[in-house]
């Protein structure tokens, strides 16, 4: 009996690190109606292979009204894709098409809806990148840095 509880433990032991390693590849992130994202720095470790970041859109307003996405580029590449993305039209989730400076983007989504990305993390680490909302008049509160560890 003492042998089979203590190989019960050794076994959920054994998992726990998986399933925080599991949990640290995943990454969550809300949008509010008052123009804000719950975080300002997003991290995943250097051995998350690929990245999973799920926008969650809390409020109640349209996605044409108070829309956001969650963008992940360089930093001295956001600006740009910005202005560029204003230009594309909720229809692009104002984003140039094609662009590849953009590493990961999520779909515009509108209060009650989620979206999600998933990404790798290859050549990321070190890198100086910046999350941000390229919903027009967005990007200035809506941003953040994120970091591969």
């Known amino acids: 009996m003492k042998i ?13 690190p998986f399933s925080a390693f599991a949990d640290e590849c995943s990454l969550v992130i809300e949008g509010t109606d008052q123009m804000s994202f ?32 969650w963008v992940l580029t360089k930093a001295d ?11 594309a039209g909720l229809d692009n989730n104002y984003l ?4 590849d400076r ?3 983007a999520t779909d515009v989504v ?3 809806e989620t979206s999600e990305v998933e990404f790798s993390t290859e050549g ?16 200035g509160m809506m941003k953040g840095n994120f970091s591969i560890k």
């Open 4 to 16: 089979q509880r203590l190989l019960f433990g050794i076994a959920v032991l054994a998992m726990v």
């Open 38 to 69: 719950s975080k300002k720095k997003m991290s995943a470790p250097a051995s998350c292979e690929t990245v999973k970041v799920t926008l969650k859109h809390t409020g109640s307003l349209a996605k044409d009204m108070m829309g956001h996405n």
């Open 77 to 87: 590449d956001m600006q740009a894709i910005v202005k560029e993305g204003a230009a």
């Open 96 to 99: 140039p098409e094609g662009d």
């Open 102 to 104: 953009i590493i990961a």
């Open 110 to 112: 509108g209060g009650g």
């Open 124 to 139: 990321l680490a070190g890198e100086k990148l910046t999350f941000f909302c390229s919903f027009p008049g967005h990007s």
